[in-house]
């Protein structure tokens, strides 16, 4: 039985071990002292708590009564990227925790409990109202980015793929544009592609990794809904959020789809010859890997199991457990559609792929620990300007907005684009 | 009990409002665990006392500021750096507990083959910084997830590369200690400006007053810098992988070589030691998967290297012939490293493993001879960055049979190690089945040779108090045999007499009525001189073990 409740952690809970790994990268991926580290809230906050490990320890303390919900203990909870970074460098050797999983239901039992920031209630009432988590956006206004490509309407009609923009896609000045690219783009190469027109709407998927799970459910019920009125079976987006929501979170609840990130699709398109890319660009760039993508992108596995203890006392799951530790993330992907642009250099940064440092706009910090997130893609422009590239690109446009406004450790800016924007300028 | 305002102003004026809190949940979580402190020298089935106040300093200087008010306030203190045992938390309810996390500085000094270390440079990052510079660090056992510097300062730091490098004691060249009355003492290298770099000469040491055998386990102040010698590092600036998460492997390390030796004998496995402490070829040594028990460890080894393996393929890898076959044939063995400084030194060093070999009838175990399987004991040994798979089977283990003295010793007491703890075993649920023999331990616990370490494992789940209760017991009746042998504590046990078994520091009085018994009490009543001079106000608890002399009572 997968764990829900808080309660339900209470085993892992007394199970760590402090080995405190969930504050590095696996550590023999380390390169440097400098970027070594990968929990971006233990870096910004330095004490143990604001670790994984700390939050396990937390979660004990707070279900033993000897602490309570305090500010402290809500920052605690509350700035948690859930970027996974702790999950795969935890599960280098353990077996049986689940440190993300964790974190999320603590912060679960935190927004149960009312202890949560007024940003991130701005942000869940306007999913209520407007079905969007971007404040003063209007659903009346989502699917603008549609009008006129003559896309099929598939509450009306029927396609092989749903394209699914995504809030940032659907309302951001200068990235509606490009989700019209990529869903121009990808009809142009042949693709039967369609959009869920008035039925579109936000995928909820943020209001888990914050902890409202009623409020996600909600909305993952009316997806739902409206994916199986339209008959979908398979979903291509250009949003590492989305991705995550339709492939994992959405899989929890049942929903069964095949679901694509634009950057798969794209390195389908190439390796086929239905997509080509006609025009040089000189430059030279790192990839950054959206957590939601990359290590939270790895396909479900139903499981429905209990723990089984071995020669007395070793734990195993049975059936065996699934477990999530990065290997199938979407990784090369990206990286393929990249070196497939002529001209254009790509340079790896340190911390990249499962180990990948977090941007800092994941599990809401943005909204509620807006410091931390802003230190958080500070850290990884210093990164990236390391390599010596002149830009970051990235696949997801949280990172995007969050890399776009952030400064290096020397206040400089770097140039951060969307992998869209290299495509539509090569293709 | 509350700091006074005044004192936690204070504190805070010193670190700043965010480095310093005395939040209940921050506080809480700065206790030490039964999943943790079941991990050596620490109370067993109770929590350390909870601090006042976690403080972050960001500088020496912040230290010392800290450690004033401390004296000026007589509340006690703690340092730990990476929190692997019980020991680096408080043992008071008037304490703070001084967490070094923001001083993590490394600086290479290649041309005197050492790195200036702050507290919180844990053994990773050293390492790959003085790689760069074609270096190494010794890496004490617990891995390289922890402190550099509290190795050194607190503890033993005794590991794989031990013979080839030395512990960490041995390694030291100079530190920078803010001592318990806030003053500052720079020894060796660091006290003159690290322009020469011998250890604390010319002149008397102060290194058995501040890190003695033991290490001084956090009773001597706070150690903020330290200078630690490095060793030759024939391979590339940094060690390629390859292989998928969770199983990475070394790719490519053309003059290194990992074997795993394998023996009839415990007397022939002693011999072997005896020899290669004489011959000088080894790099790394260590009896390592042996600690997952004598029965699992191939099969254990076969899901480790396999980045999809489970512990539910456990019972199948067991029963397959061929792991089952092999698997016996390592019943008596110990991993190595060999490191080719030319190609010629490792052609030698490939001769002197085989003779030795052939001197004691041992040989080279072909399973983990497989290249994968190879590849990933060479990074797991090189980096030493798996340490929490001590943990891994049942989620907690303690020590039994620990000690560090000669192979002779231990050897001919394996089996009879063994057969106890297999009795418990198959006797109770409360403990792992693995077979008995889960020894483990660093093939020296010297530079060079000499003495060797080894400790059985006994996995037990932290979540079960049943299991936690059987091994209590198991460890107790594993002490009494121990006793009966005559080879008095049990490495688990060393510091027993430091912190009380609920989690609490002994009352001088305490102290004195344990020592007063001991064959040596001049000992402890030397070392309360010591504390009266360095520690004045009595600040950091029980770690530092002394017996008030009789003519001061
Ligand atoms: C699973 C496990 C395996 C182990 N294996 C080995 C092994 O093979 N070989 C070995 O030698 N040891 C071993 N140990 C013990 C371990 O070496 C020490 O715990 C370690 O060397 C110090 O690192 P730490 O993370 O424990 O440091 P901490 O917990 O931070 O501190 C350890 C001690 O040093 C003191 N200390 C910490 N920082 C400072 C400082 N800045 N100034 C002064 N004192 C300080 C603390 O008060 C504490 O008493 C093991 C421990 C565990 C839990
Ligand atoms: S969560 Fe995992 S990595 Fe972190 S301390 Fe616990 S066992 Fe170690
Ligand atoms: S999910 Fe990310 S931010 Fe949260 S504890 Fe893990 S590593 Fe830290």
Known sequence: MIETTLEDFRPMMERCSNCLACKWLPYEKIESRRFGRNCPSAAYYSFNTYSARGRFHLGQVLLDGRSEFTEQAVEAIHSCTACGSCDVSCKITRYNLEPLAHNIALKERAVELGKYYPGQKAAIDCLEAERTMLPGERHSARTDWAKDLGLKDLTREKAEYAFFAGCQYSFGSGLAEKARFWAGMLRDAGVDLGYLGKADMCCGGRAKQMGFKGAFEKQAGANIAALKAAGVTAIVTPCSDCYHAFKRQYATLGLEVKTLHVSELAADLLAEGRLKFKKSIDMTVTYHDPCHLGRLGEPYVPWDGVEKKVLNQIHTWDPPRPRYAGTFGVYDAPRSVLKAIPGLRLKEMQRVREYSWCCGAGGGCSLSSP????ATASERLTEARSTGADAIVTACPWCLR?????????????????????????? | MALEREAYRAIEDIVGKRNVSED?????????????????????????PRPQAVVLPGSTEEVRQVIRICNRYGIQFKVASTFWAAMGYVGSDRAIQIDMVRMGGVRIDAKNMMAIVEPYAIGAVVQVEAMKFGLNCNMAGVGCSSSVLAGAAGWMGFGPSSLFMGIASENILGAEWVLPDGEILRTGSLGSDGSWFCGEGPGPSTRAVLRGWQGSTGAMGVCTRMAVRLHPWPGPKLIPTYGEVP???????????????????????????????????????????????????GAMLKILVDSGGQFSDLLPLMDDPYVKSENEKMKID?????????????????????????QTHGWKS?????????????????????????????????????????????????????????????????????????????????????????????????????????????????????????????????NADARREDGYDYTQEEHDAIYKNLPQPAIFEYQWKVREAFNPRHLTGSYYRTKTPENVK
């Not at chain 2, 070589?257 to 790394?284: K, P, S």
């Open chain 2, 366 to 494: 072909e399973f983990m001879l497989d290249k994968e399987m190879r590849d990933f004991v060479l990074l797991y040994l090189l980096r030493l960055g798996r340490k929490n798979l001590n943990y891994t089977l049942c989620s907690s283990y303690e020590g039994n049979f620990g000690m560090s003295s000669n192979v002779f010793v231990a050897a001919p007491l394996m089996e009879e190690a063994s057969a106890l703890k297999r009795k418990w075993e198959q006797d109770t649920p409360h403990i792992a089945a693995v077979g008995g023999d889960s020894d483990m331990g660093s093939m020296s616990g010297i530079g060079g040779g000499g003495t060797t370490g080894w400790e059985f494992f006994v996995h037990f789940d932290a979540y079960d108090k049943d299991s936690i209760r059987g091994t209590k017991e198991f460890i107790d009746d594993s002490q009494r045999w121990m006793l009966s042998k005559g080879l008095g504590a049990d490495m688990g046990r060393w």
């Open chain 2, 334 to 358: 110990v991993q190595i490293v060999l490191a080719g400084l030319t190609e010629r030194d490792l052609a030698y060093k490939e001769k002197a493993v085989d003779e030795v070999l052939r």
């Open chain 1, 402 to 427: 969050n890399l776009e406004k952030a400064v290096d450790e020397n206040g400089r800016q770097m140039k951060a684009v969307d992998i869209t924007e290299l495509v539509a300028l090569a293709v």
């Open chain 2, 247 to 297: 199983s990475y492997k070394a790719d490519g390390l053309e003059n290194f070589r990992t074997y795993t030796l394998c023996f009839n004998e415990w007397e022939d496995y002693a011999r072997a030691f005896q020899l290669f402490h004489e011959a000088d070829v080894i790099y790394l040594g260590h009896r390592q998967f042996n600690m997952f028990g004598r029965d699992i460890k």
């Open chain 2, 24 to 48: 209940s949940s921050v506080t809480e979580t700065y206790r030490c665990i039964t999943s943790q402190s079941s991990a050596h020298y620490g109370p067993f089935n109770h929590q350390t």
């Open chain 1, 371 to 374: 410091e931390l997130s802003s």
